[in-house]
């Protein structure tokens, strides 16, 4: 099976950066989009960013200008720098792989291999 390892979350002062590393194992992830989805408590999974193979990229718009997603095909497959953070980016970030090959789809359905997460705290 895949496995997918978020890691780079902590607790930052609004304002601060933090850089979210996606790793994963167990297959190649070569023509499929990659995501980044964010859970606040009480509050569903939804998508912060995400990049195609070819990095063709998709930002919700609360993150536009503030965040950058990006992959090395060599390496590991994902990354999110997220800076300028405010206490609304607060949440459990996930990493998944989108299902189908092609353009980004934002919503969890279409995305498996979902990681553990890693807590992004944003304090005012």
């Known amino acids: 099976q895949v496995q997918v390892v978020e890691s780079g979350g902590g607790l930052v002062q609004a304002g601060g950066s933090l850089r979210l590393s996606c790793a994963a194992s167990g297959r190649t992830f070569s023509n499929y989009a990659m995501g980044w989805f964010r859970q606040a408590p009480g509050k569903e999974r939804g998508i912060v960013a995400a990049?195609?193979?070819?990095?063709?990229?998709y930002y919700t718009h609360s993150v536009k200008g503030r965040f950058t997603i990006s992959r090395d095909n060599s390496k590991n497959p994902v990354n999110l720098q997220m800076n300028s953070l405010k206490p609304e980016d607060t949440g459990v970030y996930y990493c998944?792989?989108?299902?189908?090959?092609?353009?980004?789809?934002?919503?969890?359905?279409?995305?498996?291999?979902w990681g553990q997460g890693t807590q992004v705290t944003v304090s005012s």
């Open positions: 990049i195609t193979w070819t990095k063709n990229t």
């Open positions: 998944a792989v989108q299902r189908f090959k092609g353009a980004i789809l934002v919503d969890t359905q279409y995305y498996e291999n």
